[in-house]
């Protein structure tokens, strides 16, 4: 689990810089050639994403069999919510070459639009609804502070993620939770292995 979430903040690194480069590119010169080479370059990144997901997902289910509870349902909803985003992520990028729903009449598009968005976001509250109390499991199961801590800054990020005006700030919170989480792991897996 330590590695998972190491690798991922590595990825959302790389991602956040490829991101910013192609909105720079996009709003600079939109019909720059530098658009198709960002897009080849999104699908390594992609599939490396898919692969830490996987990691992080086996331990997950692992934690599950040690009697964790929530750890494989945390398991399911992180894989799926990563799923949807990728195929989202992929249609965007087909919609430079031919525009989406354009032969749907506009109620039908903006329903699917909308349809699609309350799913991104049903998994994703349900993920960090559920997350909240898988941290306060591994802290009971394990002992380490670490892991209460993580559960008050994602109550805390949570918090702030529910007014628009301070989601920003609440994004920030979540991360820091995440690097919380993430040295947890790294403290009780010594612990198991001593």
């Given at each position: 689990m330590y590695r998972g979430y190491l690798y991922s903040l590595v990825l959302l690194a790389a991602s956040i810089v490829l991101l910013v480069f192609a909105v720079f590119v996009e709003f600079s010169n939109p019909a720059s050639p530098y658009l198709g080479v960002l897009a080849l370059a999104a699908l390594p990144l992609g599939a490396a994403g898919f692969a830490v997901v996987l990691l992080i997902h086996r331990g997950f289910m692992a934690l599950s069999r040690l009697g964790v509870r929530w750890a494989g349902v945390q398991a399911r909803l992180l894989t799926a919510l990563?799923?949807?985003?990728?195929?989202?992520?992929?249609?965007?990028?087909?919609?430079?070459?031919?525009?989406?729903?354009?032969?749907?009449?506009?109620?039908a598009a903006?329903?699917?639009v909308l349809a699609v968005l309350g799913l991104v976001w049903g998994l994703a509250l349900a993920y960090l609804a559920t997350h909240v109390l898988y941290?306060?499991?591994m802290?009971?199961?394990?002992?380490?502070?670490?892991?209460?801590?993580?559960?008050?800054?994602?109550?805390?990020?949570?918090?702030?993620?529910?007014?628009?005006?301070?989601?920003?700030?609440?994004?920030?919170?979540?991360?820091?939770?995440?690097?919380?989480?993430?040295?947890?792991?790294?403290?009780?897996s010594r612990g198991w292995s001593s």
């Amino acid at each position: 689990m330590y590695r998972g979430y190491l690798y991922s903040l590595v990825l959302l690194a790389a991602s956040i810089v490829l991101l910013v480069f192609a909105v720079f590119v996009e709003f600079s010169n939109p019909a720059s050639p530098y658009l198709g080479v960002l897009a080849l370059a999104a699908l390594p990144l992609g599939a490396a994403g898919f692969a830490v997901v996987l990691l992080i997902h086996r331990g997950f289910m692992a934690l599950s069999r040690l009697g964790v509870r929530w750890a494989g349902v945390q398991a399911r909803l992180l894989t799926a919510l990563f799923v949807v985003e990728l195929s989202l992520l992929a249609l965007g990028l087909l919609r430079r070459e031919r525009p989406l729903l354009q032969d749907l009449p506009q109620d039908a598009a903006l329903a699917i639009v909308l349809a699609v968005l309350g799913l991104v976001w049903g998994l994703a509250l349900a993920y960090l609804a559920t997350h909240v109390l898988y941290l306060k499991h591994m802290y009971r199961h394990t002992g380490v502070l670490r892991f209460h801590t993580a559960y008050v800054v994602t109550l805390v990020g949570v918090a702030f993620l529910v007014p628009v005006v301070t989601a920003p700030l609440g994004l920030l919170i979540l991360f820091a939770a995440h690097v919380v989480e993430m040295l947890a792991y790294r403290e009780a897996s010594r612990g198991w292995s001593s």
